[in-house]
C-alpha cells in the first residue's frame, strides 16, 4: 500500500486545509487568513519576509527632518515599483506625485476582464468580450510564498488565494521536429502522472542495477548502497527491483466498491521509449527557486495589488492618468518633467524624480540624463512574449479530463496552456492558450486561429467545439512596455551597475534593476532600494 499524503494535519476535525482556510478568511477576513497561513507554514512571517527583502526599515512621519517636510518626488509609472516607491516614501510624509501614461495602475501587471480595450503599437485594436467574473492575468500571475509580494499583500489588505503551478493531471505533448524524433510517444498528450511514474520509475531501476552489478562499490560504501538501493525502490516504485508500472500511473478503470479494485494504466511504455520522449526534462520545472513549491494570487485578479498600492497613496489625489512623459531634465534643485495631459503639454517640478518607465521606452524619452545614463538605457533589450487568454462555453478540462489548475507543458510554439485557478464549476472559463513570443508578430485574428489549431493537438475537437472567444496581449507592442520584461544582453553588466546609481536628482527603479527580473519581488526591492537611497540623501543634506 502506498503512503498518502495527510491534507488534514493541523486542522480540526478532518477538514481539509483549504477548507479550513475558506472557513477561517469567512469569519475573520484577510487578516486572521494570513495569520493562519503563517502558523500553518503556508506563508513567511513578517519576519522571515523582511529577512527576505534585506535591511529595508520602512519609514515613519519621525524620519523625514522637519527642514525636508514637503520634499516633492515626481515618480514616473504607476507600476508596481512606482507604487511602491510613492507608499513607502509617503510613510515619512514625501509629497510624491505619479505619473502614468495609461488609464489604469499596475504597468504589466495587467489583468483583461470583459470591456477591456488595448491598442498595439501597429494600430490595432481589441476589446475584450469575456464574461462577468472571467479574467486572466496578462503579466505577472504567480506568487512564491517567500516573495516580498506576499507580504505586501498582507500589509495591503489583498486577499490571496492558491495558485496550481503544478497538476498531475496536466499533460506534456511533444511533437517531432525536423530535428528531434520523440519516438513512439510523440504527438501524444501523457499525462504528468504517468510521465513522473515512469520516468522515476525506470532511473531507478537503472540505479538498482548497476548497485547491483558492484559499479557504484568503488565511490560508496556498502551501506550506502544498501540506502541507495531502498531509495531507488521508493522513488521508482519497484517491484522486485524492476519497474513494470504501478498505481502511480492512475487507472483505467477507477477502483470502486464492493469487488471492483480498479485497472492499474498500463503497461508504461519501454524504457526505450520514456528516455526517447524527453518527457523527464520537464520536471526540472518543479526544482525552480521560485516555481512550483505552493504559489499564491490575489483574488480577482494580480491587479488588486496595484490597486490596493494606488488606494493606499490616495491614488485619486496622487497619480495623474493618461499622462505620457514627454521629457524630464535634471535642474539645478531638481527635476522638471513634461507630459501631455488632455491635448495639453504640462510640466511638474520635483525636488526629486524616480523613473520607472522601462528603458525600452525611457530612452526614446527627450532628457538631459548624462552620456553615460543614456548609453546605459540602450543596453537593455524588451523580452519578446505574449498572453492569450481563451474563453470557452464549458470548463471542458475539468468536466472532461479533472484538470484543477496547473499547466500542460508543450514543445509546440504555444509553450504552455494554463488552466485557471480560480472559478471552479462556472459554466464557463478562460485559460491562457499560450504563454510565448511566437505569435506577438502575427496578425490578431492569425494568433487565435494558430492558437485554437495548437490547443486542439492536445485536447482535441472540444477545443474548437467549445471556443467562445479570445484576448490576446503582445507586450512588444504594448506601447508602454514595448516588451514583456527587461533582459540584459551578456547578463548585467556595466549598464546594470551604473542605473543603480542617481543621474542628478533623478534615480531609477524596476524588477530589471535587481535579481527577480519578470517577478513583482523584483520591482518590490528596487522601489525599497531607491527609497532608502533617495531617504538617506535628503536626510543628510537638510
Partial sequence: MEASVDTTAGTPDGVSRRGFL?????????????????????????????????????LRPADLPAAANGTKVAILGAGTAGLTVAYELGKAGYDCHVLEARDRPGGRAKTIRGGDRLTDTDGVTQICRFDEG??????????????????????????????????????????????VNYGELASTAVTHRQAKADVYGYISELLVTVADQGALDAVLSSDDVDRLVSLANSLGGLSNRRYTGNNRRGYSVPPGAGDQPGTVA???????????????????????????MMMWQPVGGMDRISAALASAIDGRRRITYNAPVTGIDNTADG??????????????????CVVTIPPMVLKSIPSNFSTATKDALAVPVGANSGRMGIQFKRRF???????????????????????????????????VGYYSGAYTNLPVP?????????????????????????????????????????????????????????????????????????????????ARKVVTDLHTRVAATV
Fill in 134 to 179: 472571467h479574467y486572466y492575468n496578462a503579466g505577472p500571475s504567480r506568487i512564491p510564498s517567500h516573495h516580498l509580494t506576499i507580504e505586501y499583500c498582507r500589509e495591503l489588505g489583498v486577499a490571496i488565494e492558491p495558485m496550481v503551478n503544478a497538476n498531475a493531471e496536466g499533460f506534456y505533448y511533444h511533437e517531432n521536429t525536423a530535428t
Fill in 22 to 58: 475558506t472557513r477561517v478568511g469567512a469569519v475573520g477576513g484577510a487578516t486572521a487568513l494570513y495569520g493562519t497561513m503563517e502558523a500553518l507554514g503556508l506563508l513567511a512571517s513578517p519576519a522571515q519576509a523582511a529577512e527576505e527583502a534585506g535591511d529595508f526599515a520602512p
Fill in 266 to 292: 498500463g503497461p508504461p511504455p519501454s524504457m526505450t521509449a520514456i528516455l526517447q520522449s524527453q518527457l523527464g526534462t520537464r520536471f526540472s520545472f518543479e526544482f525552480g527557486f521560485d516555481q512550483a
Fill in 335 to 352: 527635476v522638471r518633467v513634461t507630459y501631455r495631459s488632455n491635448g495639453r503639454t504640462r510640466v511638474l517640478d520635483a525636488d526629486y
Fill in 397 to 431: 478540462w475539468e468536466e472532461d479530463l479533472n484538470i484543477y489548475g496547473g499547466v500542460t507543458h508543450t514543445n509546440l510554439d504555444v509553450s504552455g496552456i494554463y488552466y485557471p485557478s480560480y472559478g471552479y464549476f462556472s459554466p464557463k472559463g478562460v485559460l
Fill in 446 to 526: 492569425e494568433r487565435e486561429t494558430r492558437a485554437l489549431m495548437q490547443g486542439a493537438k492536445i485536447h482535441g475537437d472540444v477545443y474548437h467545439q467549445e471556443f467562445d472567444n479570445s484576448f490576446s496581449v503582445a507586450w512588444p507592442k504594448e506601447p508602454y512596455s514595448l516588451g514583456a520584461w527587461v533582459s540584459w544582453p551578456g547578463g548585467r553588466g556595466a549598464a546594470y551597475q551604473h542605473l543603480l546609481q542617481a543621474d542628478g536628482r533623478t534615480y531609477f527603479a524596476g524588477d530589471h534593476l535587481s535579481y527577480y527580473t519578470a517577478w513583482q519581488n523584483g520591482a518590490f526591492l528596487s
